[in-house]
C-alpha cells in the first residue's frame, strides 16, 4: 500500500504549491488528481494576481481593501497573513520562472482590479493560471524522487480512524478502475471549488466540489457556503468568462441606454467596484427593463475604449474567446455579457496553517475557507490565496510529519465498501433518472433561487427540490458499464459531492438573514452587524444521521472595524 507522509488531493495551484512546500521541508509527498495536473481549472485564471509590491504600495492597504471586499466577513488575522505574505510569494514564483508581465521600465507592471485602491495585480497577459501551472509542475520534477504523482486517480472517500484522526484516502484509478487505499501521516485537500453545482458556470466539468463534500461527510465543519460569487462579466449563451482585467483595462459597462450604470451604485470605483457590486447592479439593470440583446438579458462591456494594441497585447486569450464563443470582435464592437457563478468564498473551515477540525486533515485552495474572502471574493486575491495557504499547509503538515510514524490503521473495510458503491452504480437498472438530467436540474435551481438575488421562498423551494433530487440520485443511472476510463460512474459519484455542496449552500443562505457580500436576501436588504457579523459553519454530525447542524462562530477583527461599504 502507498504510503506518504504528505498526501495532497489535487493538483491545481494550491495542490502543486504545497507540494513543493512540503518537498522542500524533506517530506515524502504523493500528489492525487482526477485529472493531468496541468488540466486543473487553476489552469483557466486569467487575469492576475494581487501582492502590494509597488515601491507607492503597502500589504496594509491591500489587506484593509480584502477586509472592505469581503464585506467585514472575512477574518482579518488570516487576511494580513495572505497580504503581509503576498509580495514574497509573488517574487518567489517569479524566481522560479512564471513570466510575469514587465512595463517600459523593466519593472513588473500591475494592472487595476476591482476593489483595489491602487493598481496591484501582477499577470502574465490574460493566462495567468496557465504560467503559474505550468512552473510549478516543472519545479515538482526537481524533487520527482520524494515527490510521487497519481495522475487520473479519482479520490473516493478519506480514510478516519477511530480517534477521528485522517490517515489516508481510498481512490479509483481512472484509467483502469482499480480501487486503492493510500496511507499517509497528513493528508492536504487541494480539490478546488464547486462551481458546477451551478449552471451556467464559469468553472469547468471537473469542479465538482469533492473535496468540500468529502470533508463535511467525515464530519469536518464547513464555513460561509452562503456566499456564492457571481462574477459581473460572462458570456451570456455559454457563461464564459470574459475578466475582470478587461475592465481593469479600462472597458465600460453600458445598459441599452448606452449609460454607465455603475455611476448609480459606484460613483468612485464605478466598474471597478467590488464584484458583489457590479454584479447586483447589471442584475437591477436587466429585472428593470434596461439590459441589452434581444431578451434584454444581457449588459454590453465595451473594449473598444481600450486602446486596440493593448487590447491584443494584455487581453489576447478574451479576444479570441469573444470571436470564438459570441462572433464577436472586442476591439471593435461591444460584447454582451452578464452576471455568472464563478467562485464559491465558503469551504471547509481552516485555520491559517490549513488545519481542519480533523487532525491529520488540511484545506488549501478554493476547498477551504480560511476565511480571507469571507462575503466576497476580490478579483485576482484567490490565485493568493491557493499559493500563501498552499505554502502554509505543505510546510505545517511536513512539520507535523517529522514528528510522527505512519499511522495504523485496517483500511480493508472502506476500500471494499467504496468498490461495493461503484460496483451498484454501475449496476442500476435503467429506470431512474439519468445523472445528467439530475444535474442540470440542480444547476438551474441554484441559478434560480441561490444567485445574485435570494429571498426565504425561493431557498425553500431549492431546499425541498434538492431534497427530491438527492433521492433521485440514488438510483440516478449512466451509460458505461465498463472499467477503463469509467468517467460516467464517476459523473455518478460527483453529483453526489454536488448535491451535498447544494444543500450545505441553500441551508446557510437561509439561515443568514440579512444582506452581506454576495448574499444579497430581498426580504432582509440591509447588512445586519448586530445579530449577523458571524461566521455560518455547518456540519454533519457522528454518522450525518441527524442532518446538517448549524452553528456560529465569531468573525475575528485585528484592525478595521466593520464600516458603511461605499465604492
Ligand atoms: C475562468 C476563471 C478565471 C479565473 N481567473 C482568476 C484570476 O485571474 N485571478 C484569481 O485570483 N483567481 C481567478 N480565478 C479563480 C481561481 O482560478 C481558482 O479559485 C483557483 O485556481 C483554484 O485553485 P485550486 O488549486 O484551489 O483548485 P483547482 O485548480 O480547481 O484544482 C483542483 C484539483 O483537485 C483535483 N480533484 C478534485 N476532485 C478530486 C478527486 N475526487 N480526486 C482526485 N483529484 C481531485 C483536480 O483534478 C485538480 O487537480 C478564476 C477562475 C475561473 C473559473
Not at 481512490?171 to 471549488?193: H, P, Q, T, Y
Not at 425553500?460 to 468517467?487: C, H
Request: hydrophobic share 40%; glycine share 10%; net charge negative.
Amino acid at each position: 500500500m502507498p504510503a506518504h507522509d504528505v498526501l495532497i488531493i489535487g493538483a491545481g495551484l494550491a495542490g502543486q504549491r504545497a507540494a513543493l512546500a512540503a518537498a522542500r521541508k524533506g517530506a515524502s509527498v504523493a500528489v492525487m488528481s482526477k485529472v493531468h495536473p496541468v488540466r486543473s481549472h487553476s489552469v483557466a485564471a486569467a487575469g492576475g494576481i494581487n501582492a502590494a509590491i509597488s515601491l507607492d504600495d503597502d500589504w496594509h492597504s491591500h489587506a484593509y481593501d480584502t477586509v472592505k471586499g469581503s464585506d467585514y466577513l472575512g477574518d482579518q488575522d488570516a487576511i494580513e497573513v495572505m497580504c503581509s505574505e503576498a509580495p514574497g510569494e509573488v517574487m518567489e514564483l517569479e524566481h522560479i520562472g512564471v513570466t510575469f508581465h514587465r512595463n517600459d521600465k523593466g519593472e513588473l507592471d500591475l494592472r487595476a482590479f476591482g476593489g483595489a485602491s491602487m493598481k496591484r495585480t501582477a499577470y502574465v497577459a490574460d493566462i495567468t493560471g496557465q504560467a503559474m501551472l505550468h512552473v510549478l509542475y516543472e519545479q515538482l520534477m526537481k524533487h520527482h524522487e520524494t515527490v510521487e504523482l497519481f495522475e487520473e486517480w479519482f479520490t473516493t472517500s478519506l480514510l478516519i480512524d477511530e480517534a477521528r484522526r485522517c490517515c489516508g484516502v481510498i481512490a479509483r484509478d481512472v484509467r483502469s478502475g482499480a480501487m486503492e487505499a493510500f496511507k499517509a501521516k497528513n493528508v492536504i485537500l487541494a480539490c478546488g471549488g464547486a462551481g458546477q453545482v451551478y449552471k451556467p458556470t464559469t468553472n469547468g466539468l471537473i469542479v465538482t466540489g469533492d473535496g468540500i463534500a468529502m470533508a463535511y461527510r467525515a464530519g469536518a465543519p464547513l464555513m460561509d457556503m452562503e456566499m456564492v460569487q457571481y462574477h459581473p462579466t460572462c458570456l451570456v449563451e455559454t457563461g464564459i468568462l470574459i475578466t475582470e482585467g478587461a475592465r481593469g483595462e479600462g472597458a465600460h459597462l453600458l445598459n441599452a441606454a448606452g449609460e454607465r450604470f455603475m455611476e448609480k451604485s459606484a460613483p468612485n470605483k464605478m466598474e471597478l467596484a467590488s464584484r458583489d457590486v457590479v454584479s447586483r447592479a447589471e442584475q437591477i439593470e436587466i429585472n428593470e427593463g434596461r439590459g441589452v440583446g434581444p431578451n434584454g438579458e444581457g449588459i454590453y462591456l465595451d473594449v473598444t475604449v481600450v486602446p486596440r494594441r493593448r487590447t491584443l497585447e494584455a487581453l489576447r486569450e478574451i479576444v479570441n474567446l469573444g470571436r470564438d464563443f459570441a462572433g464577436v470582435d472586442i476591439t471593435r464592437e461591444p460584447i454582451m455579457i452578464r452576471p455568472g457563478q464563478h467562485y464559491i468564498m465558503g469551504g471547509v473551515k481552516t485555520d491559517a496553517d490549513g488545519r481542519t477540525a480533523i487532525e491529520g486533515l488540511y484545506a488549501a485552495g478554493e476547498v477551504a475557507c480560511v476565511s480571507v474572502h469571507g462575503g466576497n471574493r476580490l478579483g485576482a486575491n484567490s490565485l493568493l490565496d491557493t499559493l500563501v495557504f498552499g505554502r502554509r499547509s505543505g510546510e505545517h503538515a511536513a512539520d507535523r510529519a517529522a514528528h510522527m510514524g505512519m499511522p495504523e490503521m485496517d483500511s480493508g473495510a472502506r476500500l471494499l465498501e467504496d468498490a461495493a458503491e461503484i460496483e451498484a452504480i454501475i449496476e442500476r437498472p435503467r429506470d431512474g433518472r439519468r445523472v445528467s438530467e439530475i444535474k442540470n436540474e440542480l444547476g438551474e435551481l441554484m441559478n434560480r433561487y441561490a444567485a445574485v438575488f435570494r429571498d426565504e421562498d425561493g431557498l425553500q423551494t431549492a431546499l425541498e427540490t434538492i431534497g427530491r433530487l438527492k433521492e433521485e440520485s440514488q438510483n440516478a443511472w449512466i451509460d458505461d458499464r465498463g472499467t477503463v476510463f469509467n468517467q460516467d460512474v464517476l459523473g455518478a459519484i460527483e453529483l453526489g459531492y454536488m448535491i451535498d455542496c447544494a444543500e450545505a449552500t441553500v441551508i446557510s443562505a437561509i439561515e443568514r438573514k440579512e444582506s452581506r457580500g454576495a448574499q444579497f436576501r430581498t426580504d432582509y436588504p440591509e447588512r445586519n452587524d448586530e445579530q449577523w457579523l458571524k461566521h455560518i459553519d455547518i456540519a454533519l454530525n457522528g454518522d450525518g444521521a441527524g442532518g446538517p447542524q448549524v452553528s456560529y462562530s465569531p468573525v475575528t477583527i485585528t484592525q478595521w472595524q466593520p464600516e458603511e461599504r461605499t465604492y
